[in-house]
């Protein structure tokens, strides 16, 4: 009996679904991402207006100041949908269980200076309440913005927050009990140093234009804080025997590294569209600047001593050079 083997090539009657073949061209294949993306959310036949918000429909490009001839202008750099956020999620995550693991068998939380663990506590504990109010205005923006483009990884970034939050607890019960995280709470609430930064976090929740709150969180709030206490506090507390808070933390600062290069996309994106959104952007990100500037203060005050004021007018310069990047006018 003879078999023979033959190779049939079918060729597929369309490469992607239409919404995408409009935007990309017909004939031509999508990537995952651009599938799980463009044109996905609903932007017809709204049987009625919120009752909670009849000025509006239910997605209405109107709940900004910021105006956009396309919403799906605005692109992910990390390309971000579903499956590939899950999968760079788990890298990191299995780092960072390596890092906690390590720390923990070497018993390097142990063999911290006194003095520098509490610090330790000091800083990062409260900051696990700083890190919710970043994943509540993720969340908000995500469900008040327009476009999948944008609010697709706003949900993203609001799971990040909740996750290092979480960090920041396993961290403080490696340095020291539960009683760490009540005092941790306290200074949040009652902490003279800490009421500048949850002023800022709780004035953000009523903002209601969710542009200008993804300037306040995720462009200034997060563009001055991360490279403060991850980078420059980091440094300054390695270079007193600190390396294993280094490594308890740095999820937070490969995090950042990652999400900066979205936040910067968004930002110049928004800024080129037109002259009025690159003047509202900067008045936003200057009048937050200022805010979190002394807000956090304070704060670098308690953790660097004398070299905190310097330290935050590099941080200040910094942020500046990357608002400048991203088109503002600061």
Known sequence: MHIDLRTVSIKPLRQTFDNVARRIGAGKPASRYQEGTLDLQASGNFHYRPLWDPEHEIFDAARTAVKMADWYAFKDPRQFYYGTYTLARARLQETAEGD??????????DALPEALRQKALELL????????????????????????????????????????????????????????????????????????????????????????????????LDGL??????????????AQGGTALSMLTRFQGEWYAESGKWVNATIKTACAESPENRALLSQWSARYRDLALQALAPLARQALGDIAEATLAEVAGEFNSRAAQAGLAL
């Open 100 to 109: 906690f693991d390590f720390v923990e068998q070497r018993g390097l939380a």
């Open 125 to 220: 504990l409260p900051l696990r309440h700083a890190e919710w109010g970043a994943n509540m205005n993720n969340a908000s923006i995500c469900a008040y913005g327009h476009g999948t483009a944008i609010t697709q990884p706003c949900i993203f970034q609001a799971m990040d927050r909740l996750g290092m939050a979480q960090y920041l607890t396993r961290a403080g019960l490696l340095l020291a009990d539960e009683s760490a995280l009540d005092a941790g709470k306290e200074a949040w609430l009652h902490g003279a140093a800490w009421q500048g930064l949850r002023r800022y976090v709780e004035d953000s929740f009523v903002v209601r234009d969710w542009f200008e709150l993804f300037v306040a969180q995720n462009f200034v």
């Open 225 to 238: 804080l991360f490279p403060l206490v991850y980078q420059h506090i980091d440094r300054a507390w390695a």
